[in-house]
């Protein structure tokens, strides 16, 4: 649980998913946690993988399931998709990890990005 930020951490909100995240078979397992205060809350997640290489061909397949993208590869390590199952998706590939967030808003984003470049290291 030491890849998911404290700040702003729903208590007793972490779960790990063992496999098909999100349904999707090609994303495997992750850990899961709920952000946010008031009424404003989302989902923000760390998919561990064995090799750079396995996270960004997950960010490259999920990317492929956006319509809006016209099937255009993520370029760099960063995106916001619109999943067709799971709505608005922000993400981030930092060496064997893909992390993100379920619809959160700009700034709560810009600020967990933020949080997750520093917690993420660039191997396992």
Known sequence: ?????????????ERFILKDFLGHP???SALVADFGSGSRSFA????INPDPATAKAQLQRWAA????????????DEATLQDPYNGRVQ???RGPYLAGALDPDDASWAAFRAELLELLPESL
């Open 1 to 13: 649980l030491r890849l998911l930020p404290a700040i702003m951490r729903k208590p007793q909100s």
């Open 26 to 28: 090609f994303l495997g």
């Open 44 to 47: 923000l997640f760390v998919l």
């Open 65 to 76: 399931l956006d319509k809006t993208r016209a099937g255009a590869p993520v370029e760099g």
């Open 91 to 93: 993400l981030l590939r």
